[in-house]
T-cell receptor
Framework: DARVTQTPRHKVTEMGQEVTMRCQPI?????VFWYRQTMMQGLELLAY????????DSGMPKDRFSAEMPDATLATLKIQPSEPRDSAVYFC???????????FGSGTQLSVL | GESVGLHLPTLSVQEGDNSIINCAYS??????FIWYKQESGKGPQFIID?????DKRQGQRVTVLLNKTVKHLSLQIAATQPGDSAVYFC??????????FGAGTTVTVRA
């Protein structure tokens, strides 16, 4: 059963520490998205990759967030330094093409103290 | 139904009844729409989708209706079950890669 895998599921860290979240998209999918979910803002798009190339990261705070796809099986989202306002659930999603449905991972619940 | 802002609409349904969840979308250029279900502690799960050249699509116990004239989307769940309790999101795709999500509707099924 193909699925998007995210690690870690939960992360508690202190303000100022680096956080790295990882995602394994569904094999064969060529689009990868990072979303952030909070009660206040709902689901916000942070970054979008197609064929491993970053095409849109306008939703990401550039000074502290970075997203990469070192290879087709791994996408990473890093926050350095982390701040309490970064506390949220971060979802990775992958799809088989633009204009197609996305499949979401189970998310990384991040708490920055 | 869906709304912008902090208040999440809620729907309480008796088990066995039919549920209707509404969504007003914003972009008249959107040509693809999706309903997702999100259970507590999980990621959004695809339920059903519809393209703008259709006005109705049926799945297993679910039906999506699209009214492009008034930019309205609805999800109907037949014979609602306790496992249907979740937050339901509609999403629109205005002919590019970005899915824009609504705020979500919380559905609670009463036994």
């Amino acid at each position: 059963d193909a699925r998007v895998t995210q690690t870690p599921r939960h992360k508690v860290t202190e303000m100022g520490q680096e956080v790295t979240m990882r995602c394994q998209p569904i094999l064969g999918h060529n689009t990868v998205f990072w979303y952030r979910q909070t009660m206040m803002q709902g689901l916000e798009l942070l970054a979008y990759f197609r064929n491993r190339a970053p095409l849109d990261d306008s939703g990401m705070p550039k000074d502290r967030f970075s997203a990469e796809m070192p290879d087709a099986t791994l996408a990473t989202l890093k926050i350095q330094p982390s701040e309490p306002r970064d506390s949220a659930v971060y979802f990775c999603a992958s799809g088989s093409g633009e204009g197609e449905k996305l499949f979401f991972g189970s998310g990384t619940q991040l708490s920055v103290l | 139904g869906e709304s912008v802002g902090l208040h999440l609409p809620t729907l309480s349904v008796q088990e066995g009844d039919n549920s209707i969840i509404n969504c007003a979308y914003s972009n008249s250029a959107s040509d693809y729409f999706i309903w997702y279900k999100q259970e507590s502690g999980k990621g959004p799960q695809f339920i059903i989708d519809i393209r703008s050249n259709m006005d109705k699509r049926q799945g297993q116990r679910v039906t999506v209706l699209l009214n492009k004239t008034v930019k309205h989307l609805s999800l109907q769940i037949a014979a609602t079950q306790p496992g249907d309790s979740a937050v339901y999101f509609c999403a629109e795709n205005p002919n590019d890669y970005k899915l824009s999500f609504g705020a979500g509707t919380t559905v609670t099924v009463r036994a």
